[in-house]
């Protein structure tokens, strides 16, 4: 079975300093990862995915991540924080094996992020 | 493009009341889900649908039912409801799944009370 572990339920910066969101999965095959964003009182939105080929992935409004399969790692980063980054995010992994439930994905319990003017 | 939709955005309901949380998509994405957020417990899997009348369980299914009879549309009925299904229920679909990497896209979710 896999899961997902984010480091810190809430991290809070200031404007314009580095963000770093923490994520580790457990998995006996690397799986397919995604970064989610929600905004308060709104579903949450895709903000990147690994899948294969580059470790380095790039997503919208400046986030990015790396994936580290020694680390079992997937951590989300944003050279300088905006206000308007302030959000929940949330990691998840869904198995690459095809067949039975593995379509289904598995989400970490979610960081939130505060942004300090 | 409305995406996926959900019906009401609040309700607040009597233990043992019974109710149906409406789900639509518009996006002819077989794949549909139900999950429900708890403050600091993430997103739970309640019940997933692969195709039009065809659902199963997910994690916590219990207290919950869903029907699938057209690819648009997944219900979620609460028979009973107790306190503990308070929470915030979040529909979401995707085009496929199975070995393949389509992201889910989420209704703006329903706010659900029962006392």
């Known amino acids: 079975a896999q899961s997902v572990t984010q480091l810190g339920s809430h991290v809070s910066v200031s404007e314009g300093a580095l963000v770093l969101l923490r994520c580790n999965y457990s998995?006996?095959?690397?799986?397919?990862l995604f970064w989610y964003v929600q905004y308060p009182n709104q579903g949450l939105q895709l903000l990147l995915k690994?899948?294969?080929?580059?470790?380095l992935v790039k997503g919208i409004n400046g986030f990015e991540a790396e994936f580290k399969k020694s680390e079992t790692s997937f951590h989300l980063t944003k050279p300088s924080a905006h206000m308007s980054d302030a959000a929940e995010y949330f990691c998840?992994?869904?198995?690459?094996?095809?067949?039975?439930?593995?379509?289904?994905?598995?989400f970490g319990k979610g960081t939130l992020l505060t942004v300090n003017p | 493009n409305a995406g996926v939709t959900q019906t009401p955005k609040f309700r607040i309901l009597k233990i043992g009341q019974s109710m149906t949380l409406q789900c639509a998509q518009d996006m002819n994405h077989n794949y549909m889900y139900w999950y429900r957020q708890d403050p600091g417990m993430g997103l739970k899997l309640i019940y997933y649908s692969v195709g039009a009348g065809i659902t199963d369980k997910g994690e916590v299914p219990n207290g919950y039912n869903v029907s699938r009879s057209t690819t648009e549309d997944f219900p979620l009925r609460l028979e009973l409801a107790a306190p503990s299904q308070t929470s915030v229920y979040f529909c979401?679909?995707?085009?496929?799944?199975?070995?393949?990497?389509?992201?889910?896209?989420f209704g703006n979710g329903t706010r659900l009370t029962v006392t």
């Open positions: 690994y899948t294969t080929g580059a470790t």
């Open positions: 998995s006996s095959v690397p799986p397919y």
């Open positions: 979401a679909s995707s085009y496929s799944g199975q070995g393949d990497n389509s992201p889910l896209h």
């Open positions: 998840a992994v869904r198995s690459r094996n095809s067949g039975g439930s593995n379509y289904k994905l598995t």
